[in-house]
């Protein structure tokens, strides 16, 4: 059994570019006992996987990819091709973590990290494939468990979301939106600014690029944040910090802006404490607990069309690499992807 | 009636001196109808003060003190001399925000921030009056309110607490400790490393000169951090990041280390994400709501002597610049007091 799968040649010195991985062609084994062959379909890019690229991983995270190994801990849809495990037929629609290949063998009873199975058969009625991917997926619930975290979900009041013609970002818009929030969104396009305008529907959106953060959010946002969700750091967390209301809440969904070169904390966190802010630092995945409650109320919004995302589609494996480095330089919008 | 106050001659532009105050000496009229003269006898020096002498105030604290006018808003305990108002007899021992001075003329009815009464009557019998400055009073409240806002009161775990041997730190330790956590404490000399030791009975302290943070930490607290109470800021709060275990909280009161100079944020906020953890900054003042139940419960340690604090008490009302230069530059243990 042929297959191929991408391998980190080095670990990026600076910004992600195409040449630090390599494409090997692999020979698969027919699947063992408990085993199955799944023909990956979808595979996906997420900021995360930067991380995972740095020979000093952050400590409670994922260690870095090992140089001349396949990767590992990449969320993929797929087929099932060959299956000796019974709940797994062939034909089934399965969601594992074997990422970055085009083939890979499973065992059916592994356990992924938190005890979840790694190896799950996905309802693709309700949704197309990828979807598990992107919005019923890790992007979901790192959405809808960041306004969780900020008991932002069902509130009122305004956030400012960063980052927000992103994956999650995008997601995060809506969420909030429909549960009551009043929403103001920043992006580095004046095309992400237009798309979360009059296709996601915020309130107010505006290009961080134009002018400094704090005369934008003065604008849009006269009456204060209330709630403002982070996946940018740096100067966006800095500005935050200053437009926030007393008592408001911020979730640090994992700061882009910092993982590539050096990171430059807030400077002024101090007014964390003269305005009573609580600042929630978290992980989609140490909330699988409402993975099933985001699936419920986010499948019915996608099912009656109250839900939209946009997807930056890659073909072939051999387009992952340059579709990370896109995704790391801001060319990709909504969730990235590639076809396999 | 002659009396002397402290102003403010010029904003420090780096640490405070005394040469950036002058006492002045006022005539006083006679109290009119409804308010009283008070005779101060005690009057606080605490951290916050500094941040009032900045031209660049954070945003949602205090205002600067004006040049050339005595500082209002500081803590003090008095005696009543002379009375227009039948709620404070001539005698009565009361507690009002008038410091920096030998004595005030203040309004009965008058109603300080976050709308508590400015002036108020104290039960000297259960503590001395300066207690109401220290472990009964915003001290004892900050303390208190810092181990609310995480949860921390009566839990389980580790908690660091930084600046240990500062009024508030001291404090916290005692509470914490006294509610079921296990404490670790952090100071700057061996005198102060040795009385947190000895006298408060933390479970283990450290001087935090002696080398990096990160290691004593490993130390004395080898299981991690669950929480931390912050007053200093800088690398303190940078190495907590580093040691708290997943889920962590850390209560942000205040960063000393910042109020001089240029702030510099924790380069290592991303662990906050990664680690699931929970920034909680706080004014003790947000939370008068908690001062009735923190006067029973530290006023009753105190009153069968398990509760224990320092005073570093200087006399006269001209050495409060002095007091508030030592304090600043860490030459003072516990409470920091004047006594008028």
Redesign the interface.
Known sequence: MNSSQVQVKVLPPAEVRPEHFEVVDVELPEPGPGEVLVRNTWTSVDPGLRLRLRADA????FAAFPVGQAMDGIFTVGVVEASQADAFPVGSTVWHSYGWRTHAIVAADEVAMNGIANLRVLDAERAPAQAYLGPLGAMGLTAYAGLHVIDALDARGTIWVSAAAGAVGSLVCQIARLTGLRVVASAGTDEKVAWLRDVVGVDAAFNWRERPLGESLGEVAPEGLDFYFDGV?GDH??AAL?AMN??GRLA????IS?YEG??????????????????????GS?HLDLLEEMQDRLGGWLADGRLTYRESVYDGIRSAPVALADMMAGRTTGKTLVRI
């Open positions: 952050p400590e409670g995270y750091g967390l800095e200053g007393n008592g640090l969904c994992g700061s910092e050096e990171p430059v904390g807030p400077r002024n966190l101090f007014l964390a404490t003269s305005k009573n802010l609580t600042l929630r630092g978290y992980r140490a």
